[in-house]
């Protein structure tokens, strides 16, 4: 008997919208299928305590080894797709097994003098047309009710279509118009099945024609000025449209397509391949791939379209394949397909409609199914372990770094020059530990430099820690050793000597608490040192910690063009192989530093936009300054108001108001701006911001 929580899902990692998940056993046979609104709710139900759950229920959860799911649009496209598996996987623990009973199908028996419409369950029979299956009998039933306005077939039993034949009164389906009454002859045996026969045609997805037909006939009535007629055709196209939503039909024109979607990363791929049939979702594939070489979203098509059509032939091949990207050889690739099929296929982008819409959900279950891999993939303490070893036996460290910090410049041509540190321990991101800088020891854009500053910054905190929680005990003679160099010899990198007092801390550092018990900020060294970038950015970084006299840190840098790891004084860079955890765990951790980094440089510079000299007043919030600008109307007209004028705002008191003037009059223009050409007066901007 299997623990579940041995394959319970960590937290975040289910979505929150509709979709179908299956549970599987060891040997990966699918044993249930169930659909929910919200997947997150309702797979979580499974996962409480055992002794609170139906003993059918906690039976097949302790059989069960896994338990996946797909994610759909609708709720419509979670029932058709339950039903589909139920029907192709056959689980044993699904109820519908317990009574012996099938799904209910839709029937329409065309083998009869007048072909009725009826639920059927159990084996098919010969001569009768089959939708579905079904969920509920009362699913069918609403659907054919809304269909008969429009295609009004027989759907009475034996029994009565004889007594009503006899009698020669229909029944009450037929003086509502409902059925064309073919049992006292309102309509001829060759009429009603030809009203059939539309009736399958539409169930069956060729939908698009009637809908427009009518909608046509609809416009013709209502012009020739036949306003009851033009409004029972509305309320028949009305009618089909809802019975559309209620058969479940994906695509509306019955295609038989593949839909085949890809979310992929640098290091990995995840592809998705929808199975439409009928206009129906029929089956899902998927699969993650490593991206052993280097190859685009239109390389991974291809290789998906050769591993799915490869040994297929005929209806195997759908007439259509939808893909994100087309091949680098499309006419090949659909020259190639068109012959294991027979006939030709189209293999294309959608671009609107319902195959877009499609896709899109498709492409939402490869995003998913890649998210869901990175996160197994990362928190398995097996992989992250060896990780670390691969890392330290390419680098030729001692041991394994269990703490890593990555360090990243962000700017935007040379403005808002920013870095970042993250810090991964045990292989895992420590986001509490992340920090930032702003670049101050000079303007403009120099990335070594930058890189230099940053190192040189982060581990004169590191040693100012050190020396005030006394672990440097013994100080060194001067001009050697760390005391020599540290934070109180040394100012900014390429400065010269530190003035006198502490080193200013980047820019989210806080003077810590002497008794909170908490980890200082700074305090721990890291094993590792990844820089993102090549040979300069690693000298820069080695050349800080020496002037630090810090000697125990290793350094590397990832460069982005070939993944290749750089170490201080090689020529030649280390190459880790593309499968390699240990250059997987490196690029999550370089490329979680760039996100940080441009995150904040994005920031700072919106913020640059935004400034006002109200900005600049202690104590002055959000709200109160747009209150300001509200009440004045502008930074212009709150310049020209006295302090009292100012105190009449609500919230202002007297000592922010006089903060408020002051910081206005030292920004306040010299004197009015002049257009030299015509000697007009300019006027200051009314904005919100000077």
Known sequence: MADPSSYRPKPGQIPDSPGVY????????????????????????????????????????????????????????????EYSWIKEFDPRFNVKYRDDKSYPYLAVTLDEEFPRVQVMRGAKKKGVRYFGPYGHAWAIRETVDLMLRVFPVRTCSAGVFKNAERTGRPCLLGYIGKCSAPCVGRVTPEEHRELAEDFCDFMAGRTGAYIRRLEKEMTRAAEEMEYERAARLRDDVGALKRAMEKSAVVLADATDADLIAVAEDELEAALQIFHVRGGRVRGQRGWVTDKVEAVDTSGLVEHALQQLYGEERGDAVPKEVLVPALPEDPEAVSQWLAERRGSQVSLRIPQRGDKKDLMATVQRNAQQALGLHKTKRASDLTTRSRALEEIAEALGLDAAPLRIECYDVSHLQGDDVVASMVVFEDGLARKSEYRRFQIK??????????????????????????????????????????????????????SGPAPSGPVPAPDDATEPREDDGRPRRFAYPPQLV?????????????RALDELGIDDIAVCGLAKRLEEVWLPDDDDPVVLPRSSEGLYLLQRIRDEAHRFAITYQRAKRAKRIRSSPLDDVAGLGETRKQALIKHFGSVKKLRQATIDEICEVPGVGRRTAESVAVALAATAPAGPAVNTATGEIIEEDDGGSS
């Open 22 to 81: 299956k549970f599987r056993d060891e040997h990966r046979r699918v044993i249930y299928v169930g659909k929910a609104k919200n997947l997150r709710q309702r797979v979580a139900n499974y996962f409480q305590d055992l002794a609170n759950l139906h003993p059918r229920t906690r039976t097949m959860v302790t059989t069960a080894a896994s338990v996946e799911w797909t994610v759909v649009s609708t709720e419509v496209e979670a029932l058709q797709l």
């Open 441 to 494: 020891g000079f303007e403009g854009q120099d990335d070594v430099r930058s890189m230099h500053e940053v190192i040189g910054r982060r581990f004169k905190r590191y040693l100012q820690e050190k020396e005030r929680t006394g672990e440097w005990e013994e100080q060194p003679p001067s001009g050697s050793g760390p005391a020599a160099t540290g934070p109180a010899a040394t100012g900014p990198a390429g």
């Open 530 to 542: 990844v820089v993102d970038g090549g040979q300069p950015q690693v000298a820069a970084a080695q």
